[in-house]
């Protein structure tokens, strides 16, 4: 019996504008779900707007850089209907953890989000007031998606020397916050 | 003993030149394991989908794992999930946005050295 969710990738793999379309429309509901079931589990005040936002980020990840993440889909791991809930439940979490619109077609969606299973978003260890928005999201980017420079500058479109740059000013930032407080073993 | 607040894992991170900023994020990373299953596996165990080694791996896997059954627990309720329509017009406006980012020439040539 034919699934709702049967869908030949092949024609979107070789870059058919049509064929993404279809895709789009067979699968948009989906995404959509698991988006908004994900983000309403965890935010009181969710707007609906920012939904829709992860909805469009999720297809953007799926088709930039010539499709790299769904060439990546494996049949003999999942169904494809999974490979999206997956993928949508990944970025609606980057979303809410770091409020990063994830559209990076990197495959750690497949293991990055291991630790926020219990429903709790992790808050980031960084004390609240220190950074600029932009510094925050860069050592975010860094150190809890454990993204390498180039990779962190192409998301933002700056220079890799750039990040460095916004890295170094974030640290000295840090630095002397924290100068003074004893550590604990 | 000075207690394990937020503001003192900073402390102990910023106090150490280097490597110390690593330190941040040790209490996400103690939760995760070189051998935890990918969600996809998961996946694909709900689903049946996985040979008989890999279903037995992520079997045992989980069976240890609290975080690994919680993942699996939410992955279960979310393909269980009964389907909500998507906004009106969300689907054509996304589809518009990716017809610019195609480069069908491109995405041909790596669909062909995909297969080959």
């Known amino acids: 019996m034919q699934s709702l969710y049967d869908f030949d990738i092949a024609p979107c793999l070789a870059g058919d504008s049509r064929a993404w379309s279809l895709f789009v429309g067979r699968f948009a509901g989906l995404v959509h779900t698991v988006a908004l079931r994900v983000m309403r589990t965890r935010r009181k005040d969710l707007d609906r707007a920012q939904v829709r936002d992860v909805v469009r980020c999720v ?29 949508a439940r990944s970025t609606a979490l980057d979303f809410l953890r770091y409020g990063f619109l994830n559209a990076e077609p990197l495959d750690d969606f497949d293991t990055a989000a291991r630790c926020d299973s219990s429903g709790m978003i992790f808050e ?50 840090l630095r002397f916050h924290t100068r003074g407080l004893p550590a604990f073993n | 003993m000075f207690p ?29 394991r070189e ?28 069976a240890e794992c609290e975080a690994c059954r919680h993942e699996m627990v939410e992955l279960y309720q979310l393909l269980k999930a009964p389907l909500e329509l998507a906004p ?29």
């Not at chain 2, 054509?92 to 080959?116: F, T």
Request: glycine share 6%; with cysteine; net charge positive.
């Open chain 1, 59 to 87: 297809f953007l990840r799926l088709a930039r850089k010539d499709a790299r993440l769904l060439r990546g889909f494996d049949p003999e791991r999942c169904s494809l209907a999974t490979f999206l809930v997956v993928v």
């Open chain 1, 124 to 173: 980031p260890g960084f004390p609240e007031g220190v950074l600029t928005e932009r510094q925050h999201l860069v050592m975010l980017l860094l150190f809890a998606k454990e993204y390498e420079v180039a990779t962190v500058a192409e998301i933002l479109g700056i220079t890799p020397q750039t990040v460095r740059s916004i890295k170094h000013e974030a640290v000295k930032r």
């Open chain 2, 4 to 32: 394990k607040t937020r503001n003192a894992a900073v402390a102990r991170t910023w106090d150490r030149e280097g490597n110390g900023e690593l330190l941040l994020w040790s209490r996400r990373r103690s939760q995760r």
């Open chain 2, 35 to 62: 051998d935890c299953a990918a969600m996809t596996e998961i996946g694909g165990y709900l689903e049946r989908v996985l040979s008989p080694a890999d279903r037995e791996r992520v079997e045992n896997h989980v």
């Open chain 2, 88 to 116: 009106h017009g969300l689907a054509g406006d996304i589809a518009a946005e990716l017809v610019q980012c195609l480069n069908p020439a491109s995405m041909a040539r790596a669909a062909q050295g995909a297969k080959s």
